[in-house]
């Protein structure tokens, strides 16, 4: 089951986000001497990251981090719609990770396919997994899509089948921006070690509603499917994300 956790509105929610990820970060240091985290795009994290960005000195543990991107656009860094692009700007370009632990995709690939598995082998050098074993992330970022998607992972597309590879690319989703994607697939995202879902506003209430009261299939809602096998669930909600939710 996971832990639903409704705050008063979006500023209280980048607030406790913040908290949660700096939370996650020291206690995979502490456990593990590093902290691995994949971040999320489009525009709920934003003021998350503002925030993040704003650790006070004596809190700050930026040299551990291991900094990855659940799915980006398959756009130049520096074009608006990239997912990287914007978590440099908003944090990464502000705080002192060290270039070599920071692991964009790599949009300028050949396609999206090459940026997928050259993705994969970035996931395996860094990360480590056990011989068969997929990676393991300490802490996923994802947000919620209106249509119920998250990462790149859209509704009835065949990416949601896939058990045997860890990135895929993925063609535009229903909603925009229509370009070419690449993404963790379930397996990864269900590996984490902890999942944390940032959703604000209405429009995000019906599949919020949907997913969390168990009316939805992964195939509607793909963000369904994200249930992590050993590690926690927890999803962030606005009061307005929340609002169609009979517990709330
Ligand atoms: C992307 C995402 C995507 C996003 C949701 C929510 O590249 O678009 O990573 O999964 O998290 O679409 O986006 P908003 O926060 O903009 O509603």
């Known amino acids: 089951m996971p832990t639903i956790l409704v705050l008063p509105d979006a500023e209280a929610l980048a607030s406790a986000a913040a908290d949660f990820i700096r939370q996650a970060a020291s206690e995979a240091i502490a456990a593990r001497g590093r902290f691995a985290v994949a971040l999320t795009g489009g525009s709920s994290p934003g003021a998350t990251y503002k925030l993040l960005a704003q650790t006070p000195p004596g809190q700050e543990n930026w040299g551990k981090w291991e900094v990855f991107l659940g799915d980006d656009r398959f ?123 940032l959703v604000n506003g209405e429009k995000k209430a019906v599949p919020v509603r949907d997913i969390l009261e168990g009316r939805a299939t992964r195939e509607v809602h793909p963000a369904a499917g994200v249930q992590p096998v050993d590690g926690t669930l927890t999803w962030m909600l606005d009061k307005d994300a929340a609002k169609l939710l009979h517990s709330s």
């Open 75 to 197: 756009v130049p860094a520096d074009d608006d719609r990239s997912n990287y692009g914007q978590a440099r700007t908003l944090l990464l370009g502000k705080v002192p990770i060290p270039a070599g632990q920071i692991h964009p995709i790599d949009t300028g690939a050949s396609s999206p396919d090459a940026a997928a598995r050259h993705y994969a082998e970035t996931l395996a050098q860094v990360l480590q997994p056990e011989a068969g074993k997929l990676p393991i992330f300490d802490l996923v970022l994802l947000g919620l899509g209106e249509d119920g998607h998250c990462a790149s992972l859209f509704p009835h597309m065949a990416t949601l089948a896939v058990t045997d590879r860890w990135v895929v690319s993925s063609p535009p989703g229903t909603l925009p921006p229509p370009v070419d994607r690449v993404t963790l697939t379930y397996p990864v995202l269900n590996a984490a070690r902890q999942v944390l879902f």
